[in-house]
């Protein structure tokens, strides 16, 4: 599926094809876009992308296109799904805080994609 939030904004859920935001001339290449949270209301879109041969990242933008903050998983865990503000993650490895659920939610600084872990999800 095919999806524009404006002119700065080319992806698709399906591929790689148009999986880039544009600022002017500068271009940032996505990978393989998991899921889009636009947030109108606070001048923000989340993206969260899945790279099976590296890391899974999570983009901050402003509706123009201006990258505010990439970020990766939080050590010894995997980013799982983004809702709202908030993204869900799974444990890693035996070093990760263990969940009573599936994983944990961490809430998302929007001004600099720091992560703080909240309560666990499933």
């Known amino acids: 599926m095919f999806l524009g939030i404006n002119d700065a904004f080319h992806f698709s859920t399906n591929g790689t094809d148009f999986n880039t935001v544009k600022k002017g001339t500068e271009e940032i290449i996505l990978g393989k876009v998991e899921t889009v ?7 923000r879109v989340l993206i969260l992308t899945r790279d099976p041969k590296s890391t899974d990242y999570l983009y901050g933008f402003d ?30 490895d035996d070093l990760a805080k263990k969940s009573p659920l599936s994983g944990w939610w961490f809430s998302i600084d929007l001004k600099n994609g720091n992560l703080t872990m909240g309560s666990p999800a499933y």
Request: net charge negative; aromatic share 14%.
């Open 37 to 43: 949270q636009v947030l109108t209301a606070i001048n």
């Open 63 to 92: 509706l123009d296109g201006h990258l505010i903050f990439k970020t990766t998983p939080p050590e010894h865990y995997n980013f799982w799904y983004l809702s709202g503000k908030q993204v869900a993650c799974t444990e890693a």
